[in-house]
């Protein structure tokens, strides 16, 4: 779930977001620099994002739970 929402917000607003990711080291503070700069690429990475949160929830068993009154 968080790929899949964290993908639709980079989006619809890949500028807003990259910002608020804007925290921590200073490598981390360029990247964002740069998909801020480039908005096209955030929303293609985003896309991807979703795309394989999607995977990764296709790929889930729901777990048996045994049922303790019947």
């Known amino acids: 779930m968080l790929f899949v929402g964290d993908?639709?917000?980079?989006?619809?607003?890949?500028e807003r977001h990259c910002l608020l990711w804007e925290v921590g080291p200073e490598p981390c503070r360029k990247?964002?620099?740069g998909l801020v700069e480039h908005p096209t690429m955030t929303r293609g990475l985003g896309l991807l994002e979703v795309l394989f949160g999607m995977w990764l929830a296709?790929?889930?068993e729901p777990r048996r739970i045994r049922r303790l009154f019947r």
Do not use: A, N
């Open 31 to 33: 990247v964002m620099d």
């Open 7 to 14: 993908g639709l917000v980079s989006m619809i607003e890949p």
């Open 58 to 60: 296709s790929r889930q």
